[in-house]
């Protein structure tokens, strides 16, 4: 499959689920769900069709990943249909392309990056992608290999999966500013209905600007995959989207081991609310995963051999590392101080969807607290990253809680 007909099968399936789901947004808004529900539904058909010993070529792939929505749409099973809205706003449209134009201006940077670029991006991500190449979506039981026992065989595959779909470099180059650009389009969109252009605007560019964020965008790592699906949660709870919120869970589950904790919590405040058919959808789609870590016994590196210290020194220093690593303003911005300080001002009650920017850090930072690795090691190589993945969702939070409500719906 040639990359643009990878990225054409990953942006029509993701369009059909959402329009599956009844979601009625701007045309660019539109193009970010559907980059961002295509990534994780290609990728996780492949590789449910793999593990159970199909070769499939790439004519079955797109079937396979097109009928599911494809039949659901044509059933109009759609629960969650919104009202018509202005898809051709162009005080909308313009202000998404200003939030747009950070990502453009620094797209050359990525064009002429390599996976080579970083450790974990040729180590984990992208051999991965080219084995995935290499063996024609083979049965990944590769993973298990001991010849790749330092590329953590434990994370998910739904990022490499990506990466072989567009052929690999040096398509796959273009993934990171997609992400970073989708993080934005979500986080703009969601304050936009409620506060407005110009709030918008500002919560876009927080977004696209953020110098860890920039950082990460010519890499070929999966810390911006799973900060656009954590933001992209956090706007679906917000906004009272039970079948939305349980895709981007599951998406950032199957993206990176962060993404796991805060998707079992999303389990459970789904079926608190009453939406149980979403909360178990939400937990199947989970159990894929861990359950083929389990068959080929593969083990987090982080987590090895962890047991919870006799005291909690270590705890509360991995805290205060996670949290002096959030208020780095010119790493991140002042997104994460924003979003503490409209918090504290709302009365220390944050608005629905908020618990996923802190529950991620809190369960990151005990990650840390918990890990048998040397602390300091930890903090030089993962901190920033961590953080860095609750910036777009932190940012929704800091719009909703110091925004202006004009009252309109747009």
């Keep these: 499959m040639s990359p643009a007909a990878g990225a054409a099968l990953l942006v029509f399936a993701g369009a059909l689920w959402v329009r599956t789901l009844g979601l009625r947004r701007p045309v660019?808004?539109?193009?970010?769900?559907?980059?961002?529900?295509?990534?994780?539904?290609?990728?996780?058909?492949?590789?449910?069709?793999?593990?159970?010993?199909v070769r499939p070529a790439w004519g079955a792939v797109a079937a396979l990943a097109v009928a599911p929505p494809g039949v659901a749409l044509w059933l109009g099973r759609a629960r969650e249909v919104e009202p018509a809205g202005r898809p051709w706003d162009l005080r909308a449209a313009a202000s998404a392309a200003v939030t747009a134009l950070p990502v453009l201006l620094a797209l050359p940077r990525s064009v002429r990056s390599s996976a080579e670029a970083a450790w974990d991006g040729w180590a984990i991500w992208d051999l991965k992608a080219r084995a995935f190449l290499a063996q024609g979506l083979a049965a990944p039981a590769w993973t298990a290999a001991p010849e790749l026992a330092f590329s953590h065989p434990d994370y998910p595959l739904g990022y490499p999966l990506a990466r072989a779909l567009l052929g690999g470099e040096p398509a796959a180059r273009l993934l990171g500013p997609c992400f970073l650009l989708a993080a934005g389009w979500v986080v703009q969109g969601s304050v936009l209905r409620r506060h407005g252009v110009w709030a918008a605007l500002v919560a876009g560019l927080a977004v696209t600007t953020a110098g860890s964020a920039q950082g990460q965008a010519p890499l070929a790592m999966a810390d911006l995959p799973l900060a656009a699906y954590l933001a992209l949660a956090t706007a679906a709870f917000r906004e009272g989207r039970p079948a939305l919120a349980a895709a981007a869970l599951a998406a950032a589950a199957w993206t990176k081991q962060e993404g796991l904790a805060t998707a079992l919590a999303g389990v459970f405040l789904l079926a608190r609310r009453g939406a149980w058919p979403w909360a178990a959808l939400l937990a199947g789609a989970l159990v894929p995963w861990p359950a083929f870590s389990a068959v080929h016994g593969l083990r987090s590196d982080l987590l090895a051999g962890a047991v919870f210290p006799a005291d909690l020194a270590r705890p509360v220093e991995a805290m205060g590392l996670v949290v002096r690593e959030a208020l780095r303003l010119h790493h991140h911005g002042a997104v994460l101080a924003a979003a503490l300080v409209g918090v504290i001002l709302a009365g220390g009650r944050g608005p629905r969807g908020a618990w996923i920017p802190a529950w991620h850090l809190a369960a990151c930072a005990g990650a840390l607290g918990i890990s048998a690795q040397p602390l300091p090691w930890l903090a030089s190589v993962t901190v920033e990253r961590l953080v860095m993945q609750a910036v777009p969702?932190?940012?929704?939070?800091?719009?909703?809680t110091l925004g202006p409500n004009d009252g309109r719906a747009r």
Excluded at 393 to 400: D, K, N, P, S, T
């Design 393 to 400: 969702a932190a940012a929704l939070v800091a719009a909703w």
């Design 28 to 53: 660019w808004e539109t193009a970010a769900l559907a980059f961002l529900l295509g990534v994780a539904w290609v990728g996780w058909v492949v590789f449910l069709a793999a593990w159970a010993g």
